[in-house]
DNA sequence: AAAGTAGTCAACCGCTGTCTC
DNA sequence: CGAGACAGCGGTTGACTACTT
């Protein structure tokens, strides 16, 4: 559609961000806060884009991040989550606290392949190496590796099961595996920071609790329709577009159902979790 | 010591979704 | 309703470093 450059690339830098630069980004947004990339770097005196400045401002330079390497715990959930999400690394960065997206990425490209690769696990479909791939899954509803260019025409099928037991968190034994076997040489200080860097994201349940919720949505224009979303916050977004959650919706709409009982988190219809406020149910 | 190779990660690019007019 | 503007996302690139030959 002939859409103009999301800035002026004659006049701005590219590459490596020097330190000046870092400074007046960061003074910048510390008096007036994040937002309105578009402008920033005019306001802030910067030759950059607003792009770049907002990946260098949510990549690098954000208070909170949390720099250095990644914990077992850490390892595992990344995989655990890649495994529900496919790679949608923002929505796995939102579950882990001062990461990054591209850090995530990463990470998952230089290291955990490579891991699960040496574990025997296909990275793509975390199923067992040399399995075929299109194992009946066409069947199932698979969030995992929907071509971008289907992702707005992911067509819904009625007849289709509703297996989700796809998406049922098997994880928890092996991570409790690796968590509690020390072969890794580490100190015992080491050690049980790590075990309590794992207890923290593995919080030693029974399952991963991704609080993926199905509801009526509480706020919001949008109050009519039926969303899948994580639940934290106000940069959360719905997991599968309006379109493809019409199947979601049309499977579900006629008998309320919780989510995560679907995916057989639960054994009843509405889990315990399951609030109820103002009239609607807020399904965990 | 130099050249070649592999690994890492910050940054860029192009696309999509959402909002506004 | 369509087009443009914008923010955000995921894939890819390329500079840099570490390691190997």
Known sequence: MGRSPCCEKAHTNKGAWT????????????????????????AAGLLRCGKSCRLRWINYLRPDLKRGN????????????????????SLIAARLPGRTDNEIKNY??????????????????????????????????????????????????????????????????ESIEEGTTSSSGMTTDEEQQQQEEHDKYAGNSQELDLELSIGISSSGKN????????????????????????????????????LCCQLGFGTSEICRNCQSTNGFNTYC
Not at 22 to 27: A, V
Not at 74 to 87: R, T, W
Request: with cysteine; hydrophobic share 30%; proline share 5%.
């Open 19 to 42: 330190k000046e630069e870092d400074q007046r980004l960061i003074d910048y947004i510390r008096l007036h806060g994040e937002g309105c990339w578009r402008s920033l770097p005019k």
């Open 70 to 89: 990644f914990s077992e715990a850490e390892d595992e959930l990344i995989i655990k989550l890649h495994s529900l999400l496919g790679n949608k690394w």
């Open 108 to 173: 998952w490209n230089t290291h955990i392949k490579r891991k699960l690769i040496s574990r025997g696990i296909d990275p793509q479909t975390h199923g067992p190496l040399n399995q075929p791939t299109n194992t009946n899954k066409s069947t199932e509803l698979d969030f995992r590796n929907v071509p971008k260019a289907s992702k707005s025409n992911f067509a819904p099928n009625p007849s289709r099961d509703f297996n989700f037991n796809e998406f049922q968190v098997k994880a928890k034994a």
């Open 223 to 258: 109050n009519h329709s039926t969303g899948v979303s994580t639940a934290n916050s106000a940069e959360s977004k719905p997991l599968l577009d309006k379109s493809n959650f019409q199947f979601l919706g049309q499977a579900m709409a006629a008998k309320a159902v919780c």
